[in-house]
């Protein structure tokens, strides 16, 4: 079962990372005039924000309404019917803690040798293939600096995030497979 917070830092991260640049600066404009203990920053990522928002009680497990509010008002109910889903989404009961975390340790030991192989040119392609969206990538560029072998990473760990259980050795080779990257996939699985 995921922990509560561990389940809150992945919705925000997935909801943060769909938001474009422009929808994150709307985001600190709107709760900047909130009177918070610890105030957004200009360096703030959307992500932190929801945390600062959650820490002063605004929204939680359980009480994710004003952030699916939030997210609304900044024109992106689409992320908002994700937020509501996913806090009515049933936890996995079929895999003990332990066996989840072994098999996340596993396949992400190939996340470094995907970004060793995959090409600086082809890694914003290889993300798209992940299913990532346009301004996930774009965020994950700005904040890599363009760092190819760091946007695999991070793209890969985004990909994990968001697919939860169904992030397997063979949803990586078909991705792999699919961005016309087989022999990425054939030099880690040979």
Do not use: C
């Not at 497990?61 to 939030?70: E, I, K, V, Y």
């Not at 890969?156 to 792999?176: H, I």
């Amino acid at each position: 079962m995921e922990d509560g917070a561990d389940f809150l830092d992945a919705l925000y991260t997935d909801v943060a990372q769909s938001l474009e640049w422009k929808e994150t600066k709307a985001l600190k404009k709107r709760v900047s005039s909130l009177e918070l203990q610890d105030p957004v920053s200009d360096e703030d990522l959307a992500q932190d924000i929801f945390k600062k928002l959650e820490k002063e009680g605004h929204f939680g497990r359980g009480n994710l309404q004003n952030l699916t509010d939030l997210l609304t008002d900044l024109g992106r109910a689409d992320l908002g019917e994700k937020v509501q889903a996913a806090e009515l989404e049933p936890e996995p009961e079929n895999k003990s803690i332990s066996e989840q975390k072994e098999d996340t340790t596993v396949l992400r030991r190939h996340f470094r040798a995907v970004a060793q192989e995959v090409s600086p040119l082809d890694w914003k392609r290889f993300a798209r293939h992940l299913g990532l969206s346009e301004g996930q990538i774009q965020h994950i560029g700005m904040r890599q600096k363009n760092n190819s072998y760091e946007g695999v990473i991070e793209s890969l760990y985004v990909w994990e995030n968001q697919l939860g259980s169904s992030a397997t050795y063979r949803a990586l080779r078909a991705a792999l497979n699919t961005a016309g990257m087989e022999s990425v996939a054939d030099s880690i699985w040979a």
